[in-house]
């Protein structure tokens, strides 16, 4: 039985995870507990190099279903490699995405379905879930802006600005259907004040994990 905790941050491009994870990670340390962080997809050498395959920009199509089982093809080995090691071990693991990312992206960005995604999640992990998302949201808008001057654009970064506005939304009726799991927080703010926001949802969480 797993005795740590983990806590998953979501978000569009350029909303503030890898930005936030760090303030997360500091709080989590400083009371005391192990600390994994880790990414989607990502988080094991197999499944960096698969992010590499889905990241990169290519002259051939990327047929919708085999993007999705590369997605879980990366998770699959990242949490039975990683993710459910640390956990066992009673260590608290923060990742940088996980399946919300899935329904957001491929259900919703790709209109795959979100039901087909959730069915396919459901089957490879069964009730396997966070214990709490942070749901970094934000105007597709800003995002953009953020992200401007950074570089050549990814795969995902090349989609249109409805693709990232059905992401938006995927992960805000996500955020509504699982009130309990979700933290929905405001990340068109100035900096501090998203972490601020942020500290209070991990302060909130801490206290409840640690409720008799
Ligand atoms: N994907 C992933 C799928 O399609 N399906 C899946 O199942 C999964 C898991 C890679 C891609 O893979 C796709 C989605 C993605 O397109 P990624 O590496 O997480 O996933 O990609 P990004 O979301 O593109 O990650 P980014 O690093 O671009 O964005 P972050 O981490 O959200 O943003 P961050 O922290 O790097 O901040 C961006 C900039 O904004 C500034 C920061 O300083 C930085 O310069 N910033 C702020 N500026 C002003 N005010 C604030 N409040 C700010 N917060 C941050």
């Not at 051939?60 to 080995?77: G, I, K, N, P």
């Not at 933290?183 to 998203?194: E, Q, S, T, Y």
Request: charged residues 25%; contains cysteine.
């Amino acid at each position: 039985m797993a005795s740590g905790r983990f806590i998953s941050v979501e978000g569009g491009e350029g909303a503030g995870k890898s930005t936030n994870i760090e303030g997360v990670r500091a709080r989590l340390q400083a009371a005391g507990l192990r600390v994994v962080v880790t990414r989607e997809p990502g988080g094991t050498p197999l499944a960096e190099e698969i992010r590499k395959l889905l990241l990169a920009p290519r002259e051939e199509a990327v047929c919708d279903d085999t993007e999705l089982l590369l997605v879980f093809a990366a998770r699959m080995q990242h949490v039975e490699r990683v993710i459910k090691p640390a956990l066992a071990r009673g260590d608290w693991v923060i990742s940088d995405r996980f399946t919300d990312a899935t329904i957001a992206y491929q259900g919703a960005g790709r209109r795959m379905g979100v039901d087909r995604v959730q069915a396919l999640r459901t089957l490879l992990l069964g009730d396997f879930a966070p214990d709490l998302t942070l749901l970094l949201d934000l105007p597709v808008d800003r995002g953009m802006e953020r992200l401007a001057g950074r570089g050549a654009p990814d795969r995902f970064e090349m989609e249109d600005r409805e693709f990232f506005d059905r992401v938006r939304a995927a992960y805000l009726q996500l955020a509504a259907s699982e009130p309990g799991r979700f933290r929905v927080i405001d990340a068109a703010r100035p900096l501090p004040a998203v972490q601020a926001a942020v500290a209070q949802a991990v302060e909130a969480f801490l206290l409840q994990s640690a409720a008799p």
